[in-house]
């Protein structure tokens, strides 16, 4: 028999209907998240690395 051990992934969401376009988010959390054109959130799809947990929440 053999255990297998799934691992969560966490990534990064932002509500699009709540985001005014201010950019604060981008300001909170550069690493990740980057502005469009329009000053809304461009969010990076890969999975946030453990160091950066406490800065995405």
């Known amino acids: 028999?053999?255990?297998s051990v799934r691992r969560?992934?966490?990534t990064?969401?932002?509500d699009p209907i709540l985001c005014d376009g201010y950019g604060i988010?981008?300001?909170l959390?550069?690493?990740?998240i980057r502005p469009d054109d329009w000053g809304y959130p461009?969010?990076?799809q890969d999975?946030?690395?453990p160091e950066?947990?406490?800065r995405a929440q």
């Not at 959390?29 to 990740?32: D, N, R, V």
Request: aromatic fraction near 8%; charge should be negative.
């Open 47 to 49: 999975e946030i690395p």
């Open 42 to 44: 461009i969010i990076r």
């Open 25 to 27: 988010c981008e300001e």
């Open 29 to 32: 959390f550069s690493e990740w």
């Open 1 to 3: 028999m053999r255990a």
């Open 8 to 10: 969560k992934t966490l």
């Open 52 to 54: 950066l947990l406490a």
């Open 12 to 14: 990064l969401a932002i």
